[in-house]
Structure formats: structure tokens, C-alpha cells
């Protein structure tokens, strides 16, 4: 089998086509929680804070300076409110992605699992029956 072929057969399957969607709407959904938390939780909580931007907060260790040539030697800093940011972007997305698997489960359950069929005993089992029946005729 060809490199081609192969590599055709591989990727027309079903779960590689479904994982390739799944990342491309994960994709569009990172940026739409992304908006939701800068854009619309974190300004009334900094608001309610004390008008605090959690992007801006960083903790400085060495500021920005100029080199003796002339040059601009760039702040070194902590940035934990980007951090902060990140961390609630991650709670909604680990929060929604339970509420899809938490809806997915509730559906599989109400689903009603076809009733087994009893298996049909063994020859040994039916000779067994057999003796037993006959002792207790005596």
C-alpha cells in the first residue's frame, strides 16, 4: 500500500474528521470565553474591586532602563493578572466542557438498554438438570 493511500485511508476516517471539527470549534470557542472574561467579567470585578485591570497588574523586578549606548532595556516584570486571567478563562471552559459531558451522560441514561437475552445453557449444565431431575423423581 502506498504512502498516499495509506496516509488517504487514514484521514477519511471518521474520528480523525471529528477530531479536526472538535479542534476548529474549540478554537472559536477559546476566543469567545477569552472575550467573555476581558472583555465582560473581568471589568465589574475590578470595578467592584477598586477599579483594578487584573491585565495590568504585574509585579516589577527590575524597570525599564537605558543602556548606556542609548538603547531601551526592557522592564523584567511578573505578570500575575494576565495569570488571573488565564485561570478564569480556564474555569469556564473546564465549566462548560462538564455541562456538554454532564448533558451527554443524562442522555445516554435515558436511553433504555435492551433487555439480554438469557444464554442458553451448556451441555454439561443440561446434563446436570438431567441427573438432578432424575434423582429427585426416585
Same mark, same amino acid.
Given at each position: 500500500m502506498g504512502m498516499i493511500s495509506e496516509f488517504k485511508e487514514?484521514?477519511?476516517?471518521?474520528?480523525?474528521?471529528?477530531?479536526?471539527?472538535?479542534?476548529? @470549534?474549540? %478554537?472559536?470557542?477559546?476566543k469567545i470565553v477569552s472575550s467573555l472574561v476581558t472583555d465582560v467579567i473581568m471589568p465589574? !470585578?475590578?470595578? *467592584?474591586?477598586?477599579?483594578?485591570d487584573f491585565s495590568s497588574l504585574e509585579w516589577v523586578l527590575q524597570?525599564?532602563?537605558?543602556?548606556?549606548?542609548?538603547?531601551e532595556i526592557a522592564a523584567v516584570s511578573i505578570k500575575y493578572g494576565l495569570f @488571573?486571567? %488565564?485561570?478564569?478563562q480556564f474555569?469556564?471552559?473546564a465549566f462548560a466542557?462538564?455541562?456538554?459531558?454532564?448533558? !451527554?451522560?443524562? *442522555?445516554?441514561?435515558?436511553?433504555?438498554p435492551a433487555p439480554a437475552a438469557a444464554p442458553e445453557p451448556s451441555e454439561e449444565a443440561k446434563l446436570l438438570a438431567e441427573i438432578r431431575d432424575a434423582l429427585k423423581a426416585r
Open positions: 487514514f484521514a477519511m476516517r471518521g474520528n480523525v474528521i471529528d477530531l479536526a471539527v472538535g479542534v476548529v @470549534i474549540g %478554537a472559536a470557542f477559546g465589574p !470585578i475590578g470595578w *467592584l474591586i477598586g477599579s483594578v524597570a525599564a532602563s537605558k543602556a548606556p549606548d542609548g538603547t @488571573i486571567n %488565564a485561570s478564569i474555569l469556564i471552559v466542557i462538564f455541562m456538554v459531558v454532564k448533558a !451527554i451522560n443524562s *442522555l445516554k441514561k435515558n436511553e433504555a
